[in-house]
């Protein structure tokens, strides 16, 4: 778990970088999953890494025009009741002992000590249509502030995306945020090993699911990072395949897209192999094409190269693959010029990886695509997906590959977070081998 100084560190670096203005980051709100039960909370990303913060019903505000304010949190009060059923809240007590905070106050003084903090605050930052909730709340603040016009008070001129500066500093990742995301890919290693552990002929897709997530809370993880996808056979041609309930089948591959979450932070891997045991020589064809798609997308994760030519990479390795297995017609030039392999590959090769899995931070800069930097961490995940009915010999139909590993950018070369987990073909029959003989 990141230490308290992370998160100060953090709010002094956001401070100082938004000049003249005060910041508003709201929580997630609760849903309801149906009837009076809840939905599992997750705090906003956002808040959670400028403060550590998790309870609902909260919100921090950030100014740098108030002298003893500078960090305000509305909270939940304590409530011995609530608590009895809900469990324990750190309280306007705890915000301010726990948290960091200047000053702290309970969450239903919001609506009249807010429009005070942004009286004559030339600027503020605040994410509109996030929340549309909360938006009338943020436009209610600024009515109230309005209405002091012929006082001589003045409401902030302009409204700026926090995510300009928050974002920015989220992707760069900290070497407590590197460790933790470590941490968070041993985690998922386990999982996928255990999964490559029960994963067999007649055994059905939620039975691996429920080993994932199992293995994720017996070692510390307190959620999965996104939904695990689990599928076998003709699933393992479905990109984001969330049911995971059809009986696995021998001769098929399973393709396992999973990751844990640690202290909030994802991990996202995916790994294919035989549930048999053995690759057949078309899957093994697909699937060394994939590795070596990957293997070059991955070399090329280095300051100054930009995630259009990781991508660039890897496709040049699949489009040669699929002609040179027959899948799609050459030459290569004209086949990726025509895009004649979006049958098969469909999707881009990486994204950033942090708090969200899918995490946040600009792709392009001033309509350029973004430059890669030590500290940021991305996927590389390529994939081939012959779905059956697809315009191609039939010997390949139901064939559905994709390895995806968490890579760390860095000034001697990329460090694969997830390089513990098997991925050659050689290697991972050796281990199913193994397993089949215990």
Not at 30 to 44: A, F, G, P, S, T
Not at 252 to 273: K, N, Q, S
Not at 305 to 319: G, S, Y
């Amino acid at each position: 778990m990141l230490a308290a100084s992370e998160f100060a560190v953090r709010r002094a670096r956001f401070l100082n970088a938004m000049g003249r203005g005060v910041a508003v980051f709201a929580s997630t709100p609760v849903h309801l999953r149906n009837n009076d039960v809840e939905h599992e909370y997750r705090q906003d990303s956002d808040l959670y890494y400028l403060t550590g913060f998790d309870e609902p019903e909260s919100v921090l505000v950030l100014s740098t025009e108030h002298a003893q304010h500078k960090v305000v949190l509305f909270v939940r009060p304590r409530n011995p009741e609530r608590e009895t059923w809900d469990g324990p809240r750190a309280g306007v007590e705890g915000a301010v002992a726990r948290f960091g905070a200047d000053a702290a106050f309970p969450i239903a003084e919001l609506a009249s000590k807010l429009p005070e903090y942004l009286q004559d605050c030339p600027r503020l930052y605040y994410r509109l249509g996030r929340d549309r909730r909360f938006d009338a709340r943020i436009l209610d603040a600024l009515d109230a502030v309005r209405g002091k016009a012929r006082t001589g008070v003045l409401p902030p001129r302009e409204i700026v995306d926090p995510g300009t500066i928050v974002h920015e500093m989220r992707l760069r990742k900290s070497a407590a945020e590197i460790e933790t995301m470590l941490r968070a890919a041993e985690i998922t290693a386990k999982a996928h090993a255990r999964a490559m552990e029960i994963a067999a002929p007649g055994r059905y897709e939620y039975e691996v699911e429920a080993e994932l997530l199992r293995t994720f809370r017996a070692h510390g993880a307190e959620r999965p990072a996104y939904g695990s996808i689990v599928g076998s056979g003709p699933n393992a041609t479905i990109l984001h395949h969330r049911r995971n309930d059809r009986r696995m089948e021998q001769g098929e591959l399973l393709l396992i897209d999973a990751g844990a979450e640690y202290a909030y932070y994802a991990c996202d891997v995916t790994r294919t192999f035989p549930v048999g045991g053995r690759f057949s020589p078309e899957q093994r064809a697909i699937y060394d094409v994939v590795l070596a798609a990957q293997a070059a997308a991955i070399a090329a994760v280095r300051p100054g190269t930009t995630l259009n030519e990781v991508h660039q990479k890897a496709l040049e390795v699949l489009v040669d693959g699929l002609v040179t297995l027959g899948l799609i017609e050459g030459p290569v030039a004209s086949a990726m010029q025509e895009e004649r392999y979006k049958p098969y590959y469909m999707h881009r090769t990486s994204h950033w990886l942090g708090m969200d899995v899918h995490d946040v931070g600009d792709y392009f800069v001033s309509k350029q695509a973004r430059e890669l930097e030590p500290g940021f961490v991305l996927t590389v995940e390529p994939g081939l997906y012959i779905a059956p009915g697809s315009p191609c010999d039939p010997i390949w139909h139901g064939i559905g590959v994709r390895i995806e590993d968490d890579v760390l950018v860095t000034n001697d070369g990329p460090q694969v977070l997830t390089a513990a987990i098997p991925k050659r073909a050689e290697e991972l029959e050796q281990l199913l081998a193994a397993r089949a003989s215990t």
